[in-house]
């Protein structure tokens, strides 16, 4: 079915708009975006393609929707904590909560953002991923230099191999974590924060 033109798309009660978004992420993270198609999305949201429509003009705009708004709330948490002034251990702490804190608001983004971010950020339209991607590792490289120089961190330290590393084993956790679960998102990243930062073994 041909899309509607753009001057054709209703704007939606933002309810709806927000569980329609919702509806697509959760299709779009189990599936892959090239398998989804405007039907999959309409048939899980419980109406027929053409109502879809009525609210959207594509799936790429239901998507650049999810992941726009995924990375405006990430970086607007993430903003402040750098610009909080806080030391290098504390600003890694707290890059982490946000981190745990995104996921749980946005796991099928996040899930999104690590399968098809890589292919996405060759459409035009999808620009605005390769930048959040370079503001993201200058946010942590940048932290863990000015750890090792401050001392805080150990001398020896490769920061991009650590970058890596703390960068992927976060993130991750898009493919377990759900929201409502045991431990809140914080609980996790303390967690998470006492194995990288302090390790796991018992101290002599």
């Known amino acids: 079915m041909p899309a ?14 927000r569980e329609l978004l919702a509806t697509a992420a959760e299709v779009f993270a189990a599936q892959g975006y090239n398998a989804t198609t405007v039907r999959k999305i309409a048939d899980a949201a419980g109406m027929l393609a053409g109502s879809l429509y009525y609210h959207f003009d594509s799936k790429e705009s239901m998507l650049d929707e999810i992941l726009s708004t995924f990375l ?10 750098l610009a909080a002034g806080l030391g290098p251990r504390a600003t890694i702490g ?3 909560t946000e981190s745990f804190r995104e996921i749980d608001r946005h796991r099928a983004a996040v899930a999104i953002y690590q399968r098809e971010s ?10 605005y991923l390769a930048d959040s991607q370079r503001r993201f590792e200058k ?12 001392g805080t961190f150990r001398a020896d330290l490769d920061v991009r191999l650590t970058y890596r590393f703390v960068r992927d084993t976060v ?6 974590y759900r929201p409502g679960g045991q431990h809140s998102p914080e609980e996790i990243a ?10 796991i073994a018992v101290r002599d």
């Open 118 to 127: 890589r292919h996405l950020v060759d459409l035009p339209r999808f620009g």
């Open 94 to 96: 707290a890059l982490v």
């Open 190 to 199: 303390r967690q998470y924060l006492s194995m990288v930062l302090d390790g």
């Open 4 to 17: 509607k033109k753009k001057n054709q798309v209703t704007t939606a009660a933002p309810e709806r708009r």
């Open 139 to 150: 946010a942590w490289l940048g932290t863990l230099e000015r750890g090792v120089a401050d």
């Open 171 to 176: 993130w991750v956790a898009a493919s377990w």
């Open 72 to 81: 405006t709330e990430l970086w607007e948490g993430y903003d402040a904590v």
